[in-house]
């Protein structure tokens, strides 16, 4: 077997004075890759399974799973839905998720799954600092940030009343029955429609639920002032500097509810200080 690693890191910097202002700018980015060149494996029963399982020239670190295809909205649609999600469809009910039958064999299984992102480290990781000095004023803000970054939620994250506990409310925006107590294998059962499944459904998969977690952040932020020394002198003291400083004041990720620091493939993260801006 054989495997080769390979990045790239790559910085620039920018240092002058306009007068009394001093700038101080620079900025770095990085990537790296681990890829599998040569990997003994058994043979394979088809090309199917040679393209899905061979790990020969093949990037590590590769997310599989299903693609979202929809979401039922009534008995109707999933009576004729042409594909099997398991058992035959007999459990599926209005809200549920559905995904692509990709090799379009009429059943939705492990061997519709397809690379849909990347896992473990980020693809790309970059910083910028900017450094501004007047007189005796100074500035100085670290951004940091990742792009490449996916993950996915589970448990009391990713469905209600795990571990027979609380849920997070927003799950009250899920499929519903008109009557709390209706049979919701019913046909004639009513359904007042959510953005999430009923509670018990199946919990997302594949894209329905992986999260782009890239971001940036200003992760520190200083301001500054030196007093002059003349002032000082007086006093027997050579230097003094005050400042006020902050971390993690803002952040910029379409990854929601979640510090994107602190992440996990199945695992919930909690907000950082500072404010965080979603898209």
Same mark, same amino acid.
């Given at each position: ?7 790239? *890191? ?5 240092? /002058?004075?306009? %007068? ?8 770095? $980015?990085? !990537? +790296? ?62 809200? *549920? ?5 990709? /090799?379009?064999? %009429? ?8 690379? $849909?992102? !990347? +896992? ?82 199946? $919990? ?76």
């Amino acid at each position: 077997n054989s495997d080769r690693v390979q990045g790239l *890191d790559f910085s620039l910097s920018y240092r /002058n004075t306009f %007068g009394k202002l001093g700038v101080n700018i620079s900025g770095n $980015i990085g !990537t +790296t890759r681990d890829e599998n060149m040569t990997v003994l494996q058994g043979a394979f029963g088809n090309q199917f399974q040679q393209w899905q399982s061979s790990q020969s020239n093949r990037y590590n670190s590769i997310w599989w799973g299903p693609t979202y295809a929809g979401q039922f909205t009534s008995y109707k649609q999933i009576q004729n839905y042409g594909v099997n999600m398991g058992g035959g469809n007999n459990s599926v009910i209005p809200g *549920d998720y559905y995904y692509q039958d990709t /090799n379009h064999d %009429g059943v939705i299984d492990g061997k519709d799954n397809t690379p $849909i992102a !990347t +896992t473990d480290i980020p693809l790309y990781n970059y910083g910028f600092t900017i450094a501004l000095s007047y007189k005796g004023f100074d500035m100085n803000m670290l951004l940091q940030g990742a792009a490449g970054v996916y993950v996915q939620y589970g448990e009391q994250f990713a469905q209600p009343l795990m571990y027979q506990g609380s849920a997070l409310t927003r799950f009250l925006d899920s499929y519903h029955t008109v009557n709390p107590t209706a049979n919701v294998f019913d046909p004639n059962t009513q359904w007042v429609p959510g953005y999430y499944p009923a509670m018990g459904s199946p $919990i997302a998969q594949g894209t329905k639920a992986i999260q782009n977690a890239s971001y940036l952040r200003v992760k520190t932020l200083e301001f500054g002032y030196s007093i002059s020394p003349l002032a000082l002198k007086h006093i027997g003291v050579k230097r003094l500097r005050v400042y006020v400083s902050c971390y993690n004041l803002l952040t910029f990720t379409g990854l929601q509810n979640y510090d994107p620091e602190h992440q996990g493939i199945s695992q919930g993260g909690t907000a950082g200080d500072g404010a965080n801006f979603s898209t």
